[in-house]
């Protein structure tokens, strides 16, 4: 029972323009969503984050929203680099008493193309 | 330099071979966890701690055994290792404040096992 779907494997973008990657999540509970970027032979790195008391977070290039209602969220990258070329996870957790753990989805290769 | 570090980034090994996966941080995190890649799955969590001789199952503990006997160290034992444990292994860390916001990750180990 997956509670994070990344559902598009990959994504190709021509550089500049923007890049749309999509996660939806099952889980109600969930409460706290990050997004992480991962490149080839190093271990995942941590991009941005959003609380579900927002529906929206901007850090430079980068904006996440959020659509609770929808359960799903988006990570926008405008514009385009070639360095964003890598592997995108989304996660989710929640903070119960006694829950850090976060949920993983299966993760979005994007190649940026120049 | 803040860092999660494994050893080793590669490992071949034997059915049955006991072997064990180092992980070290340097930030004074209390929570560490172990997560494996496979593809078409992304990352699924192995064990986690919350500090000192605390430590707990994550999504898929079996084979596996974990001991946190010092905050800085989180190693992954496999005791009777077997094929299907053939994955990129990563150790995370953060700091506990109310959810776990940014993990840290290490390189990753490769693990082969004949």
């Known amino acids: 029972d997956q509670q994070v779907k990344q559902n598009s494997p990959s994504l190709s973008v021509q550089e500049g323009r923007i890049s749309i990657l999509n996660c939806d999540y099952t889980?109600?509970?969930?409460?706290?969503f990050l997004w992480y970027k991962k490149y080839p032979a190093e271990g995942p790195t941590f991009l941005i984050s959003?609380?579900?008391?927002?529906d929206k977070n901007e850090d430079g290039r980068f904006t996440v929203f959020l659509n609770k209602s929808a359960k799903h969220l988006s990570l926008h990258i405008v514009p385009s680099q070639p360095g964003d070329s890598a592997v995108y996870f989304c996660?989710?957790?929640?903070?119960?008493?006694?829950?850090?753990?976060?949920?993983f989805g299966k993760g979005t290769k994007l190649s940026v193309i120049p | 330099e803040a860092q999660v570090t494994q050893n080793p980034r590669y490992l071949i090994t034997v059915t049955g071979k006991k072997l064990t996966v180092t992980c070290s941080q340097n930030?004074?995190?209390?929570?560490m966890s172990w997560y494996r890649q496979d593809p078409g799955l992304g990352l699924r969590q192995i064990y986690y701690?919350?500090?000192?001789?605390?430590?707990d199952k994550g999504d898929v503990p079996e084979g596996y055994k974990v001991s946190r006997k010092e905050k800085r160290n989180f190693p992954l034992i496999l005791e009777s290792p077997s094929p299907n444990q053939t994955s990129l292994y990563f150790c995370?860390?953060?700091?506990?404040?109310?959810?776990?916001?940014?993990?840290?990750f290490g390189s990753g180990t490769q693990l082969s096992v004949l």
């Open positions: 995370a860390s953060s700091s506990l404040t109310g959810v776990v916001e940014k993990l840290f």
């Open positions: 889980n109600s509970m969930f409460d706290y």
């Open positions: 959003i609380s579900s008391i927002k």
């Open positions: 996660a989710a957790s929640y903070s119960g008493a006694g829950s850090y753990q976060l949920t």
């Open positions: 930030m004074n995190h209390e929570y």
């Open positions: 701690s919350m500090n000192v001789e605390v430590t």
